[in-house]
């Protein structure tokens, strides 16, 4: 399995790699939205983006846009420190699959993860 963590915070950044690589060994990372977009267009063999919402540069809606205009089966995530109604919205109308919220319960991320990626693909 390859996932993509699009994360402008680099602590917030070490924290996920961290977490996901228990049970997944490919980890890139892009630090706002234009890398994420270019990541993906380099590797379109990822199968799961983990998008912060709020960055710089592009933010997680315009890059989720992009991203479908090419790639309409990754499964992309939202993660946020701060989500009010019209995200919730918002983020369903740009294509994103799922949201979770920040700070990450572990849990609750590789039960998500496991909702959506096959067994075959995992570790």
Not at 16 to 37: D, P, Q, R, W, Y
Not at 105 to 110: A, F, G, K, N, R
Request: aromatic residues 6%; charged residues 30%; glycine residues 2%.
């Amino acid at each position: 399995m390859k996932i993509l963590i699009v994360e402008d915070n680099e602590a917030m950044q070490f924290l996920l790699k961290i977490t996901i690589e228990e049970f997944c060994k490919n980890v890139l990372i892009a630090h706002n939205g234009e890398e994420a977009v270019e990541i993906c267009l380099n590797n379109p063999d990822i199968d799961l983006i983990l998008m912060d919402i709020h960055m710089p540069t592009m933010d997680g809606y315009e890059a989720t846009r992009e991203i479908r205009k090419f790639n309409k089966k990754v499964i992309i995530i939202a993660q946020s420190a701060c989500m009010y109604p019209y995200d919730e919205e918002k983020i369903l109308e740009v294509g994103i699959n799922d949201i979770i919220t920040k700070p990450i319960d572990d849990i609750l991320l590789e039960d998500m993860i496991e909702k959506y990626v096959p067994n075959e693909l995992r570790l």
